[in-house]
């Protein structure tokens, strides 16, 4: 399994960017899916996920701003991110928590990571 991250970018506060998040490789079921994002100097942080039984959840300083979505047909789970401001600067990462087979534990998949930058 692999996920590949991409949309990042550099944009003016007040902007918008989408980000991206492209699964491959085979399955049994996914749990959840996750953003993180990695500030220079910050620890990671959990941005928005989307898990089963659970819905969305959001991090305070994105609610009403960002919206976590996925596509099944794609295997792809999306990051809105509206009204940006220069606080969101940081790398961003798609994890998600995954079943390999019927008979396998979750375990954790990380995407590469996608840099966005957002300029006062």
């Known amino acids: 399994v692999q996920l590949q991250a991409s949309g990042g970018g550099l944009v003016q506060a007040g902007g918008s960017l989408r980000l991206s998040c492209v699964r491959s490789?085979?399955?049994?079921?996914?749990?959840?899916m996750h953003w993180y994002r990695q500030a220079p100097g910050n620890e990671r942080e959990l941005v928005a996920s989307?898990?089963?039984?659970?819905?969305?959840e959001y991090a305070d300083s994105v609610k009403g701003r960002f919206t976590i979505s996925r596509d099944s047909a794609k295997n792809t789970v999306y990051l809105q991110m509206n009204s940006l401001e220069p606080e969101d600067t940081a790398v961003y990462y798609c994890?998600?928590?995954?079943?390999?087979?019927?008979?396998?534990?979750?375990?954790?998949?990380w995407g590469q990571g996608t840099l966005v930058t957002v300029s006062s």
């Open positions: 994890s998600e928590e995954i079943q390999r087979t019927e008979w396998s534990a979750l375990q954790w998949y």
């Open positions: 490789g085979s399955i049994f079921r996914i749990n959840a």
């Open positions: 989307i898990t089963a039984g659970r819905g969305t």
